[in-house]
Nanobody, 124 residues
Framework: QVQLVESGGGLVQAGGSLRLFCAAS????????MGWFRQAPGKEREFVSGIRLSDENTYYADSVNGRFTISRDNAKNTVFLQMNSLKPEDTGVYYCAATTLPYGVRRMRNYDYWGQGTQVTVSS
């Protein structure tokens, strides 16, 4: 079992940066692949970024590639999402998720555990 708690969201102007944190409980954190998803008002939840457990390969949605960076610290049971050059369209609730599957980190249905989300608002 893994419990996830996100933090680091807030209000920022376009072009600014935020760093999101996802703190995980459970002694087997390093056994999970981790992902970030987001949901804008009136829209479906979408994949943002993922990091695979086996080789720590990282994956990004086209819309954030080059601006966002995902990383993890297994010793601290934490995954991070560094978000730079933020745009108003990045606004939404950001969710951290965990899966034991070694593949398919882009697919929401593959994730077993979810956090409650943290709000990110980017003003123009």
């Amino acid at each position: 079992q893994v419990q996830l708690v996100e933090s680091g969201g807030g209000l920022v102007q376009a072009g600014g940066s935020l760093r999101l944190f996802c703190a995980a409980s459970g002694r087997t954190f390093s056994s999970y692949a981790m992902g970030w998803f987001r949901q804008a008002p009136g829209k479906e939840r979408e994949f943002v970024s993922g990091i695979r457990l086996s080789d720590e390969n990282t994956y990004y949605a086209d819309s954030v590639n080059g601006r966002f960076t995902i990383s993890r610290d297994n010793a601290k049971n934490t995954v991070f999402l560094q978000m730079n050059s933020l745009k108003p369209e990045d606004t939404g609730v950001y969710y951290c998720a965990a899966t034991t599957l070694p593949y398919g980190v882009r697919r929401m249905r593959n994730y077993d555990y979810w956090g409650q989300g943290t709000q990110v608002t980017v003003s123009s």
